[in-house]
């Protein structure tokens, strides 16, 4: 078998040495915030003047996080579970009176399971301060 | 007794050489991160690892031996620490100079891989038995080159004791230079002692789990660790004052910041080292050794006994 | 020297999902190797058909989180072949690019993983660097890094805009420098190419005998490329020049994937530049007509295979899902003949193995009958209890959290 003649390694050196003058690639996450782009699929809102009870969101919905509920004429309002949400947007999408909208907020941890089954009752809602679809 | 006790608990010995031994592996990790372009820890960070692991509970396998599993970490740490003792930090002299230290700090040094070995082995797992077959194999190739290229400036000299020999090339100014061949073999062969890429073949993290120290937790896995960090520090002191004998001749406190100095820049090449290669095999490690490694040690002892006999 | 069982997996630091390898060693050299998967087995098919087809493109992308696109275009594609329904254009080329954006992040994935198993832990740091400009891209484009829910039956649910289209060209040509250097790593790196050389070697007899697909087989001489033979989306108008490579080891698989990614930046490149306009999706209707269809489409690991078929209802009859990996998984241990268990992790790797991809469904049989009879749910189910029991668990302590 022809030997081959001693290869100097290492030939990633110059990678090595330039990446010690450059930033690290690592966020201070969260010391430094990590906002995501616009159209992100974060957290899900709902407007409850916009919505007309069809419930089409809860038959698409592929884990069954979003209940809407009545209570009163014509008067509705949505029970979302964020844990069981997958951010998918279907509801958003197939939505026919845009009562539905996704934000790119993604900071939605608790620490315990009932703080993420978030009511959206009519009342509490301004739709002044929420993106619009 | 006083000056003694001082010397072996504080400085240089076990608190002082713990605290270096930290500072070294802070090093290591910081600069390794730097190279691959991330952040790295903070500086206490191996200090919080070290103090984690003491706070936990060891958990001594049933099958394994349980006298030679306990008591192997603690050899490991105090052979490298005792070896720490000899290598001169400032002037000419170690705190315990002995007729012929050079070989006791070597010996001393191969303890630490033969506790690993016979801690692995008496874990009785699969993956200790794998590790710990490793470790000797390893043994095997790599002191070679390592005693040869560290004795090699050590026949210049004339003699086996390191406060001669630094006492030699002191008065033979810029003599150490014509070791650097060496200095490098022995870089080499030191990544295999302390198992660092390309030869961390025994402690292979994706092969073999963790190798000797799979079955290791808590305290006893705090003094493996602490242990391999001083044998680094240790190693590094060593090839830093054989190899890099120059400036002992200066003040005390200059020379001490001149050893951390050699000391730095030795463990940066380290670092260096583990940064650009990828892990070889047993068998492939085995062979580079004797193939490249082991001639290069000895075409330095070459030189070094042919300018013997020209330098008085 | 004494013969070992050394048990690699379920859990072990190699493996980045369970698969179980019982290795027989002799010292270094292993001599036996049993495989056992099923470990990921989460039921998606049967999950399919309790979903309609609207939301069951959302379960079939969660098959992977790797190669989600391709497990939910591949889907999609076959319920469109049953509705006859026609895509538009730009859907079509749309879908192409988030499909070759995947392949880009899957094989700089795969770099980084290939990095860590030898040891390389430098190349895994940079390869997965470079990739988060890939998962910034799809952020951008789709909405999500993982999972990108682009894909609605008869066609995509979002637009790539003009501002996006310098964003994607920019990522792109960054990308393609560093992959020059990565190939030169590869082709110069003595370590690299000493620990991937000569190993994992499977010829190309072997290859075509045992099924192999993707870049697998295409390291091994093996010309079959599903862009390229059975053109989907937007391929037959960009056509794709398949890379094949002779080594028939890991080094091949390696630079395989590398000049892979050189050709999907290319394409990528190209789609974008001519990128039709018009609509994104046709309507489609929620009840697709009865029919059965086959789609096949290449994921990054190899040729992905969905079979729908469907009765006339909202929700299918059948959906089976065939993956690259599980025709890829029968030449590990012709590979592992003769080799050391230092090549294991390294040879499992260069398949790129994906087993939540591969993991369908799983027969217990009874193994102390002739011939084994299929065990049903509640046997099994008694088993694991009874199995328990006799190891000493008390059952009344145990809080169940339903």
Known sequence: MKRKPFAWPGKIIDFAIASLFKRPATVRYPAEPLPMPERFRGMLLYFASQCTGCKLCMRDCPAEAITIRKVGERRYEAVVDRGRCIMCAQCVDVCLKKALAISPEVELAQTERDLLRVVFHEELLNRDDAKAP | ?312 | ?402
């Not at chain 2, 590094?236 to 050699?262: D, Q, R």
């Not at chain 3, 609509?279 to 295979?305: C, F």
């Open chain 3, 1 to 402: 020297m004494r013969r070992v069982i050394i048990p690699i997996g379920p859990q072990h630091p190699a493996l980045k999902e369970p698969e179980s390898f019982s290795v027989a060693l002799r010292g270094e050299k292993i001599e036996a190797i049993q495989m056992r998967i099923g470990y990921n087995h989460r039921g998606i098919e049967k999950g399919c058909e309790g979903r309609s087809y609207v939301q069951d493109v959302y379960l079939v992308e969660r098959v992977c989180g790797i190669c989600s696109h391709s497990h939910a275009t591949a889907f999609v594609q076959a319920v469109e072949e049953i509705a006859g329904l026609e895509v538009p254009k730009r859907a079509l080329y749309i879908r192409t690019i988030i499909a070759e954006l995947e392949r880009i992040h899957s094989h700089l994935l795969w770099l980084g993983v290939a990095g860590h198993e030898i040891g390389f832990d430098t190349l895994l740091m940079y390869a997965w660097r470079d990739r988060e400009q890939v998962m910034d891209l799809f952020a951008l484009i789709t909405g999500n890094r993982v999972n990108y829910g682009m894909n609605a039956i008869g066609g995509v649910r979002r637009d790539i805009t003009a501002e996006q289209v310098p964003q994607i060209k920019k990522a792109i040509d960054s990308l393609e420098e560093e992959t020059k250097r990565y190939i030169e790593l590869a082709k110069k790196e003595i370590t690299l190419v000493k620990r991937l050389s000569g190993v994992g070697l499977l010829s190309k007899v072997d290859a075509l005998a045992l099924g192999t697909v993707g870049p697998t087989a295409r390291a091994s001489g093996v010309d079959r490329d599903v862009r390229r033979d059975d053109p989907y989306a937007a391929y037959g108008e960009i056509p794709v020049r398949v890379v094949t490579d002779d080594h028939c080891d890991v080094y091949g698989r390696t630079l395989v994937r590398l000049f892979e990614l050189m050709e999907s930046y290319r394409l990528v490149r190209a789609a974008v530049e001519n990128l039709p306009e018009g609509p994104i999706a046709v309507k489609a209707p929620r009840k697709i007509p009865p029919g059965e269809a086959v789609s096949r489409y290449e994921a990054p690991r190899g040729e992905d295979v969905h079979y729908v078929r469907s009765k006339g209802d909202e929700r299918p009859d059948r959906v089976k899902i065939r993956a690259p990996t599980l025709a890829n998984t029968q030449s590990i241990s012709k590979m592992l003949e003769d080799r050391y268990l230092a090549d294991l992790p390294i040879v499992v790797a260069a398949i790129d193995p994906c087993f939540s991809c591969t993991d369908r469904a799983v027969v217990t049989r009874r193994a102390d009958r002739q011939g084994g009879e299929r065990l049903r749910w509640e046997e099994v189910q008694r088993h694991g209890i009874d199995w328990y029991k006799a190891r000493g668990i008390d059952f009344s302590k145990v809080v169940l959290p339903w």
């Open chain 2, 1 to 312: 007794m006083g000056a003694a006790t001082f010397a072996i608990f504080v400085f240089p010995g076990l608190l002082f050489l713990t605290a270096l031994g930290l500072a070294g592996e802070w090093v290591d990790r910081k600069l390794y991160a730097r190279l691959q372009n991330r952040m790295g820890p903070p500086w206490f960070q191996p200090f919080a690892d070290l103090v984690k692991l003491f706070s936990k509970e060891s958990v001594v396998p049933e099958a394994a031996d349980r006298a030679l599993f306990t008591l192997a970490p603690l050899f490991a740490l105090a052979s490298a620490a005792t070896a720490f003792l000899s290598i001169p930090l400032f002037g000419l002299r170690g705190v315990y100079a002995l007729h012929g230290d050079l070989i006791v700090v070597l010996y001393l040094l191969m303890i630490p891989t033969l506790t690993l070995f016979l801690g692995g082995w008496y874990s009785r797992s699969l993956f200790s038995t794998m590790g710990a077959m490793r470790a000797l194999t390893q043994l095997f190739a790599y002191e070679i080159p390592l005693f040869a290229s560290v004795l090699a400036p050590a026949l210049l000299a004339g003699s086996w004791t390191l406060s001669e020999i630094a006492a030699f090339y002191a008065s033979h100014r810029f003599l150490w230079a014509v070791n650097l061949p060496g200095f490098a073999v022995a870089l080499v062969a030191l990544l295999g002692k302390l198992e660092r890429t390309p030869f961390d073949i025994p402690e292979a993290e994706t092969e073999i789990v963790a190798g000797c120290l799979t079955e290791y937790s808590g305290r006893l896995l705090g003094f493996y660790r602490l242990a391999i960090d001083v044998e680094m520090v240790a190693g590094a002191s060593l090839l830093a004052a054989v190899f890099l004998p120059f400036g002992l001749a200066l003040p005390l406190a200059l020379c001490f910041v001149l050893y951390l100095a050699k000391l730095l820049l030795v463990v940066a090449l380290l670092t260096l080292l583990r940064t650009l290669f990828a892990r070889l095999r047993i068998d492939q490690m085995v062979s580079f050794c004797f193939r490249y490694l082991a001639p290069a040690a000895f075409l330095q002892v070459v030189l070094d006994l042919g300018l013997k006999g020209v330098v008085r």
